[in-house]
């Protein structure tokens, strides 16, 4: 099983910087791949970020050259570099974890706020 902390979420303003962070613990070594997902309010989680275990990265089209997806594993933490932030931003973000045979865990989310 593996667990999952997000934190770094909070209020900015446009055009600023926010680092979210997930902490894992658990049977991290276990792990194939994690994602960021977001959630606005009244709209369905969307895939943000990904991260493999060999450090291969994908984005969204949306959050391309604004946002960084990184992974310390020494730390065990996901991170997620937002730049350029957008009031369209705003969400709830998660991550989670898939392991080698599938299973999926999921963070209990940290509120992000973009206001224009």
């Known amino acids: 099983q593996v667990h999952l902390v997000e934190s770094g979420g909070g209020l900015v303003q446009a055009g600023g910087s926010l680092r979210l962070s997930c902490a894992t613990s658990?049977?991290?070594?276990?792990?194939?791949?994690i994602n960021w997902h977001r959630q606005a309010p009244g709209k369905q989680r969307e895939l943000v970020a990904t991260?493999?275990?060999?450090?291969?990265?994908d984005y969204a089209d949306f959050v391309k050259g604004r946002f960084t997806i990184s992974r310390d594993i020494a730390e065990n933490t996901l991170y997620l570099q937002m730049h350029s932030l957008k009031p369209e931003d705003t969400g709830v973000y998660y991550c989670?974890?898939?392991?080698?045979?599938?299973?999926?865990?999921w963070g209990q989310g940290t509120q992000v706020t973009v206001s224009s």
């Open positions: 991260i493999t275990n060999d450090r291969r990265t």
């Open positions: 658990g049977n991290t070594f276990n792990i194939n791949h």
């Open positions: 989670q974890a898939v392991m080698d045979w599938g299973t999926e865990y």
